[in-house]
């Protein structure tokens, strides 16, 4: 399969979302340090545009990867950590992780346990989008951007089998 992308969210709509999740995050660390966790590869691009909005300072930038997706767009529902984070990072630190989507939760759920079992100060999650109808695993977003219904999408750093994350734009495929 290999769909046509139908714009969803613009760019406009991306960008006011992101400086809104940013000004939420400094409002609430002001000058305390943040270590900021990405989950590749999904949220690279969200990461970069993120942190380069948020006023709060920033120790430490660190990435993991997961997998849950195979090749398709139903998740295996296996969540594998590709790359994990060392615990000298993570302990003691006010903890932010930084996701594209929460889905099911599978794997937002298996970060943060990740995480947390490296003893940080705090440990926050904030993600660009949300689809809860597909909630499968109970997760607390703290700062979530965009609520969006069961549909899958592609583009702003989210892909399909490894396609269209060069989109400026989030979009729908059109199967
Ligand atoms: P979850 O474990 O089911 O919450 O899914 C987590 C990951 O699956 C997300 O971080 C994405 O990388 C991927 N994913 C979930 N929904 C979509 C989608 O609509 N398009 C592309 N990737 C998705
Ligand atoms: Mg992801």
Not at 24 to 37: E, F, N, Q, S
């Amino acid at each position: 399969m290999q769909g046509r992308p139908i714009p969803f969210i613009s760019q406009q709509e991306i960008a006011d979302t992101v400086r809104r999740l940013a000004a939420d995050i400094d409002r609430d660390y002001g000058d305390r340090p943040l270590v900021v966790v990405g989950v590749l590869k999904g949220s690279f691009v969200f990461l970069a545009d993120l942190i380069r909005q948020l006023q709060t300072p920033i120790d430490c930038l660190e990435l993991i990867k997961l997998s849950s997706y195979g090749a398709g767009t139903e998740s295996s529902g296996v969540v594998q950590m590709q790359m994990d984070v060392s615990e000298e990072a993570i302990a003691g630190n006010h903890v932010l992780l930084v996701e594209d989507i929460v889905d099911t939760g599978r794997s937002t759920s298996k970060a943060l346990e990740v995480l947390q079992c490296h003893n940080p100060k705090s440990l926050a999650l904030c993600s660009l989008l949300y689809k809860p109808n597909r909630r499968q695993v109970s997760v607390k977003i703290d700062y979530c951007g965009i609520v969006i219904p069961d549909r899958f999408i592609v583009g702003y750093g989210i892909d399909f089998n490894e396609h269209f994350r060069q989109l400026p734009n989030i979009c729908t495929l059109e199967q």
